[in-house]
């Protein structure tokens, strides 16, 4: 990924100050995925994380880790996994909990979304405090998912959410503030 195209990307990346409440910088993505070639940009950028490795199913969190994740299973000839928030999934299910800011949040995977030693790829738009990462992770480990690699189109170092992740696999990020 050249210096061209990330600047591209970061540049259509919308911050929008003091969303969804004050002092919250919130990275809107939207502009990313209505531009065709940003887009693209962004899909090459996470798919290269995991160049020549075999991806079998490809994790994608609720809401915006589902755009990024789909699109890269169709891409990646991988199947795509939804992991969403609690109450949203019709079949039997593993859920975890963790903490929010204010509160608790929990999400949940189908109990045979991923099969005893598949290889696993989660993504997501965004790190934050990384605790609906750690959670994704702990449903993965769950299921005995072999987790190759996680990455984030955007990472907020500053939240230090990388410390969460409790895996060997690599944590990648395209763009870090
Ligand atoms: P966290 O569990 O704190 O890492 O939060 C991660 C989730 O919250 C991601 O899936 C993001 O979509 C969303 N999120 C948190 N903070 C922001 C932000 N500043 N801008 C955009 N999305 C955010």
Do not use: C
Request: hydrophobic share 45%.
């Amino acid at each position: 990924m050249n210096d061209f195209s990330l600047k591209r990307l970061n540049d259509t990346i919308r911050d929008v100050p003091d969303f969804p409440k004050p002092g919250i910088l919130f990275k809107d993505i939207t502009p990313v995925l209505a531009d065709p070639e940003v887009f693209s940009i962004a899909l090459d950028a996470m798919e290269e994380k995991v160049t020549g490795q075999r991806i079998d199913k490809i994790i994608g969190i609720d809401a915006r880790g589902f755009i990024f994740g789909a699109a890269l299973a169709d891409r990646m000839k991988a199947g795509f996994i939804p992991l969403r928030k609690k109450g949203k999934l019709p079949y039997k299910s593993h859920e975890v909990s963790y903490s929010l800011e204010y509160g608790e949040a929990t999400i949940e995977i189908h109990e045979d979304a991923v099969s005893p030693g598949e290889r696993v790829y989660l993504v997501d738009d965004l790190l934050a405090t990384g605790g609906t990462a750690a959670a994704a992770i702990d449903l993965i480990g769950r299921l005995k998912g072999d987790l190759v690699a996680v990455t984030f189109l955007v990472e907020l170092a500053f939240l230090n959410g990388r410390e969460k992740m409790k895996t060997p696999a690599p944590v990648h990020s395209i763009l870090t503030y």
